[in-house]
C-alpha cells in the first residue's frame, strides 16, 4: 500500500514509521482501528510505502475494504530505529517475517544515495512464499551494489515452489558463518522481545558487542 499525500511534503528518516487510523472503519474491535506501521520505502520514492500481512482482525479487515484512493489518517514519522550515524562499520542485520519492512527502506536509501558502506541482510522467513519483497532484495543484491542478501528458511518443506538456500536452525555460528568476523560490525534487530531476546544473544555469541547492536522491538498488530 503506497500513501499519496498529494503534493505535501512528508519528511521521514529510513526505519522510522507511522500511525495508521481507518476513519470510519466497517469493522471493530478492542483494539481500536489505529496501528503503528514501518514505513517501507526510502525517502526519494514518491509517497510513502506501507506493507503488512492482513489477518482476521478488525483493523486489517477494515484496511482490506478501503478502494483505491480511500483517506486514511497518518500520523508521524516515530521512532529511531536506522542506520547509525557517522558509523561507516558494516551493517549486519536480520529481519523476520514482515520485520522486513524498516530493513528495505534502510537499504533503498542506501543504494539510492550510492553509500559505500557494507550492508548484509539475514532474511528469516518460514517458506520463500512468506518472504515479503524477496524478488525485489534479491535482485538489488544482482545489480552489483554494496548490499548482500542471505534469505533463510526456517519450513523449506511447506514451500509450493521448493528451496534450495539456507534453512533449518539459526544459532552464533551460523551467525559467523555468514556475517564473518562480527566484532567489527554494526548489528540491526528488529522483531517480538521474544525474537528481538534470541537474536540479540546469538550476536554476543557470535562476537558483536552489545554496545553495536540496534534493536526496535514489534510488538505485532
Same mark, same amino acid.
Given at each position: 500500500?503506497? !500513501?499519496?499525500?498529494?503534493?505535501?511534503?512528508?519528511?521521514?528518516?529510513?526505519?522510522?514509521?507511522?500511525?495508521? #487510523?481507518?476513519?470510519?472503519?466497517?469493522?471493530?474491535?478492542?483494539?481500536?482501528? #489505529?496501528?503503528?506501521?514501518?514505513? %517501507?520505502?526510502?525517502?526519494?520514492?514518491?509517497?510513502?510505502?506501507?506493507? #503488512?500481512?492482513?489477518?482476521?482482525?478488525? =483493523?486489517?479487515?477494515?484496511?482490506? @475494504?478501503?478502494?483505491?484512493?480511500?483517506?486514511?489518517?497518518?500520523? &508521524?514519522?516515530?521512532?529511531?530505529? &536506522? !542506520?547509525?550515524?557517522?558509523?561507516?562499520?558494516?551493517?549486519?542485520?536480520?529481519?523476520?517475517?514482515? $520485520?522486513?519492512?524498516? =530493513?528495505?527502506?534502510?537499504?533503498?536509501?542506501?543504494? /539510492?544515495?550510492?553509500?559505500?558502506?557494507?550492508?548484509? !541482510?539475514?532474511?528469516?522467513?518460514?517458506?520463500?512464499? /512468506?518472504? %515479503? =519483497?524477496?524478488?525485489?532484495?534479491?535482485?538489488?543484491?544482482? @545489480?552489483?551494489?554494496?548490499?548482500?542478501?542471505?534469505?533463510?528458511? #526456517?519450513?523449506?518443506?511447506?514451500?509450493?515452489? $521448493?528451496?534450495?538456500?539456507?534453512? &533449518?536452525?539459526?544459532?552464533?555460528?551460523?551467525?559467523?558463518?555468514?556475517? $564473518? /568476523? !562480527?566484532?567489527?560490525?554494526?548489528?540491526?534487530?528488529?522483531?517480538?522481545?521474544?525474537?528481538?531476546?534470541?537474536?540479540?544473544?546469538?550476536?554476543?555469541?557470535?562476537?558483536?558487542?552489545? %554496545?553495536?547492536?540496534? @534493536?526496535?522491538?514489534?510488538?505485532?498488530?
Amino acid at each position: 500500500m503506497r !500513501l499519496d499525500f498529494r503534493g505535501n511534503a512528508f519528511a521521514f528518516q529510513p526505519g522510522q514509521l507511522v500511525r495508521v #487510523t481507518v476513519p470510519h472503519p466497517s469493522h471493530q474491535d478492542a483494539k481500536g482501528s #489505529t496501528r503503528s506501521l514501518s514505513i %517501507a520505502s526510502s525517502p526519494r520514492e514518491p509517497g510513502i510505502l506501507i506493507a #503488512t500481512r492482513l489477518t482476521d482482525s478488525a =483493523f486489517k479487515r477494515s484496511l482490506a @475494504e478501503l478502494p483505491v484512493g480511500a483517506a486514511l489518517e497518518v500520523s &508521524g514519522p516515530f521512532g529511531k530505529f &536506522g !542506520l547509525a550515524p557517522g558509523s561507516d562499520a558494516p551493517a549486519a542485520m536480520v529481519a523476520g517475517g514482515i $520485520g522486513i519492512t524498516p =530493513f528495505r527502506s534502510m537499504i533503498r536509501d542506501a543504494l /539510492d544515495r550510492r553509500l559505500a558502506r557494507p550492508l548484509a !541482510l539475514l532474511y528469516l522467513n518460514r517458506a520463500p512464499e /512468506d518472504a %515479503a =519483497f524477496l524478488d525485489e532484495l534479491d535482485a538489488w543484491q544482482r @545489480e552489483g551494489t554494496s548490499f548482500r542478501l542471505i534469505p533463510w528458511m #526456517t519450513e523449506p518443506e511447506k514451500s509450493a515452489r $521448493g528451496w534450495n538456500g539456507r534453512s &533449518g536452525r539459526l544459532d552464533a555460528s551460523a551467525l559467523r558463518e555468514v556475517f $564473518g /568476523d !562480527l566484532s567489527r560490525q554494526d548489528g540491526y534487530v528488529i522483531g517480538s522481545p521474544r525474537l528481538m531476546a534470541s537474536l540479540t544473544q546469538m550476536f554476543q555469541e557470535a562476537g558483536l558487542s552489545l %554496545a553495536r547492536i540496534f @534493536e526496535d522491538e514489534f510488538m505485532g498488530y
